[in-house]
């Protein structure tokens, strides 16, 4: 078992402020599917084009368990003429949006570990969607919060945020930092398609920020006692959108740069990987699952946590505490899922262990073993 003294000794969050009901959502969507369905009625009768199909509030919570999400630009994403965000332009000369949420989140992360930028030597930003290639949103975070050291941006899907943890454990165990912060901002709505009916509910906007710290005084502090990363090579999630796409020939649809997924083989293929992997690191750490007080786990469909939980525990029949849910209010807001969770729902005593795992394109998981300490 890992010996170092490495702690999570604070998190924070930052959320959209607009927060976009089901019942809202699919009627948006639906005001598209007729307008587009009537716009091409000929083009559809004729065989050439397929009619799209109506969305409904009890579809979306049956197959994904959300019931809102949060939006940064709600009234662009609900007009059928727009259905998109439409954001300002970013320049030199702004701070960047993803860095605008780090920053918010990172502020409460501090707060709650009892540091401040001073005190931190690096920064490690993770995300499913990255706003540029360089240079790096973390040095950004950096020049914003006034941090001396070194940062760097990692993109591992959903799992950005648990495997960005897992490098600040590694520096900081390598002597490289004592105090890491790690920011994660998923801002998700620009990258999704609002007129497909199997994704148009799926994601909502938010960020997380981690205080990673060798040594932590910190009365929220839970001891980093394990980590398990895996990585399985899979096209059932992904997303095409890069700078290659103004030189490809043919040039591709924009609505094909979007974000995809075959819903049905990642449920199949990644519940069993999740639940396995967490297994066996219980095993190797002889820690039975009964030790475990809490799971955190991503949060893209209530479905699969509930069959990755009952995988593990034997049972269905589970107190829901067990493995905290909040994508009933915020949607999938992608790699920070887990640690939103964590932050809104760790009820963890003297003592008691947990898991903060991830999961997502890639395929890619993440699952680090936690003691309050």
């Not at 398990?228 to 997303?239: D, E, G, H, M």
């Amino acid at each position: 078992m890992v010996m170092e003294n490495i702690y999570i000794s604070g998190t924070g969050y930052w959320k959209a402020d607009e927060i976009v009901t089901n019942d809202e959502i699919v009627s948006s969507f639906n005001s598209y599917v007729e307008k587009f369905n009537k716009d091409n009625h000929q083009e559809i009768e004729a065989g050439n084009v397929e009619a799209l199909g109506l969305s409904s509030t009890d579809f979306i919570e049956k197959a994904s368990g959300i019931k809102t999400r949060y939006l940064i630009d709600k009234k662009n994403c609900l007009d059928i003429n727009v259905m998109r965000p439409i954001l300002r332009q970013e320049k030199a000369e702004n701070l960047s949006w993803h860095a605008e949420m780090s920053v918010h989140a990172a502020k409460e992360a501090f707060k709650q570990a009892g540091i401040g930028p001073e005190d931190v030597d690096g920064v490690i930003l993770g995300t499913s969607h990255s706003a540029r290639n360089y240079p790096s949103l973390a040095m950004e975070v950096m020049e914003e919060l006034g941090i001396n050291g070194y940062g760097y941006d990692i993109l591992v899907g959903c799992s950005s945020t648990t495997f960005a943890i897992s490098n600040a454990y590694s520096d900081i165990a390598s002597g490289l930092a004592k105090t890491i912060l790690v920011v994660n901002p998923e801002l998700t709505s620009p990258h999704n398609d609002f007129t497909l009916r199997d994704s148009h509910f799926i994601f909502g906007d938010a960020c997380v920020a981690t205080i990673v710290q060798k040594d932590s005084t910190s009365e929220h502090r839970v001891k980093i006692i394990d980590r398990k990363l895996v990585t399985q090579f899979s096209n059932n999630i992904r997303s095409d959108f890069g700078y290659l796409n103004r030189v490809e020939e043919p040039a591709k649809e924009k609505k094909d740069l979007f974000f995809k997924q075959n819903g049905k083989s990642v449920f199949k293929e990644v519940c069993p990987m999740v639940a396995s992997l967490i297994m066996d690191q219980l095993d190797r750490l002889d820690i039975k699952v009964s030790d475990i007080s809490q799971f955190w786990l991503h949060q893209a469909n209530a479905n699969m946590c509930r069959v990755i939980m009952t995988r593990i525990l034997g049972t269905s029949d589970y107190d829901p505490d067990i493995a905290p849910m909040i994508l009933g209010e915020f949607g999938n807001v992608a790699s920070a899922g887990s640690v939103l969770s964590y932050h809104l729902n760790n009820k963890l005593q003297q003592g008691d262990k947990g898991i903060i795992c991830s999961f997502g394109a890639g395929y890619s998981i993440c699952s680090l073993v936690i003691e309050r300490t």
